[in-house]
């Protein structure tokens, strides 16, 4: 937090608890709550989402910023973890992820973490990386960067979504020399099981009570590779667990009796 302005922002990612050297003293549903970071950053909202991207962690200025109570329901498809006094502990489940809202990254910001990341990358001897899920000012600079000769890795970078694929257009691939190919989309259609999201056929054995966070089933699962032949590019769907891998892989006729219904979810 030094030397950051008071009540400025602050967002990162990449936690992940079973990763920590000292785990935390105690866990909520397998989660630390905000304690430790909350008084660590009285003065600061916080937001950090973790590594698989399903979940964030927020402070208690950033709970109370946006307004976050003992009444707040989750969103259909999210879930906040709460404690046994029914307060939010700061960990927000997939689509709850909504409920926190940090301003969006500057395109100057967005610059200096590309120029971090790949500084890290070097130093560990990482020349090449998959960009699952990038935004389009991300990819924007990642092709200025290329154009320039100052990307300094190779990246195969994936639209995040469909109306970003939709605005983007044509995949670019590049040629065999390119530091840059976009040429796929990455879809998701449930949750992570680290973040207690994924869609199982049975109960988390240590968290049975978890609500089901999946995702109203979107119209494209129905013809993924119907919509990759109009749009040009390999679709990347990621689906965490039995139940969501089951409903992709049906075949396409059941997919779309199953889906006729505009956002119906999975059962």
């Known amino acids: 937090m030094k030397g950051r302005p008071k009540g400025a922002w602050i967002v990162g990612r990449g936690w992940h608890e079973g990763k920590w050297e000292t785990p935390p003293k105690r866990l909520v549903r397998g989660f630390p709550p905000h304690d430790a970071l909350s008084e660590v950053s009285p003065d600061n909202p916080v937001?950090?989402?973790?590594?698989?991207?399903?979940?964030?962690?927020?402070?208690?200025?950033?709970?109370?910023?946006?307004?976050?109570?003992k009444d707040t329901k989750p969103p259909a498809g999210g879930d906040v973890i709460r404690d046994e006094s029914g307060q939010a502990t700061g960990v927000f489940i997939d689509a709850a992820q909504r409920l926190i809202q940090p301003p969006d990254p500057t395109e100057a910001d967005i610059r200096e973490?590309?120029?971090?990341a790949t500084q890290e990358c070097l130093r560990k001897?990482?020349?090449?990386?998959?960009?699952?899920?990038?935004?389009?000012?991300?990819?924007?600079?990642?092709?200025?960067?290329a154009a320039k000769n100052q990307l300094g890795l190779r990246v195969y970078a994936m639209i995040r979504g469909l109306?970003?694929?939709?605005?983007?257009?044509?995949?670019?691939?590049?040629?065999?020399?390119?530091?840059?190919?976009?040429?796929?989309?990455?879809l998701v259609i449930d949750g992570a099981l680290g973040s207690r999201g994924a869609r199982l056929l049975e109960?988390?054995?240590d968290d049975p009570a978890i609500p089901d966070c999946g995702s109203p089933i979107p119209q494209w699962c129905?013809?993924?590779?119907?919509?990759?032949?109009?749009?040009?590019?390999?679709?990347?769907?990621?689906?965490?667990?039995?139940?969501?891998?089951?409903r992709f892989s049906m075949p396409s006729s059941g997919l779309q009796s199953a889906s006729r219904e505009e956002g119906r979810a999975l059962p």
């Not at 927020?58 to 307004?67: D, G, I, R, S």
């Not at 973490?113 to 971090?116: D, G, K, M, N, Q």
């Not at 990386?129 to 991300?138: H, R, S, Y």
């Open 203 to 205: 109960p988390y054995v």
């Open 222 to 246: 129905a013809r993924p590779r119907s919509m990759e032949s109009s749009m040009g590019s390999r679709s990347m769907c990621t689906r965490s667990a039995t139940r969501a891998i089951a």
């Open 125 to 145: 001897g990482i020349t090449f990386i998959d960009d699952a899920g990038a935004d389009l000012k991300t990819i924007a600079l990642y092709e200025e960067l």
């Open 113 to 116: 973490a590309i120029r971090l």
């Open 163 to 186: 109306d970003s694929l939709k605005k983007f257009g044509p995949p670019r691939p590049g040629g065999p020399d390119s530091f840059l190919s976009v040429r796929s989309v990455k």
């Open 47 to 69: 937001y950090l989402t973790r590594a698989d991207g399903h979940a964030g962690f927020a402070n208690a200025q950033a709970m109370a910023l946006m307004k976050i109570t």
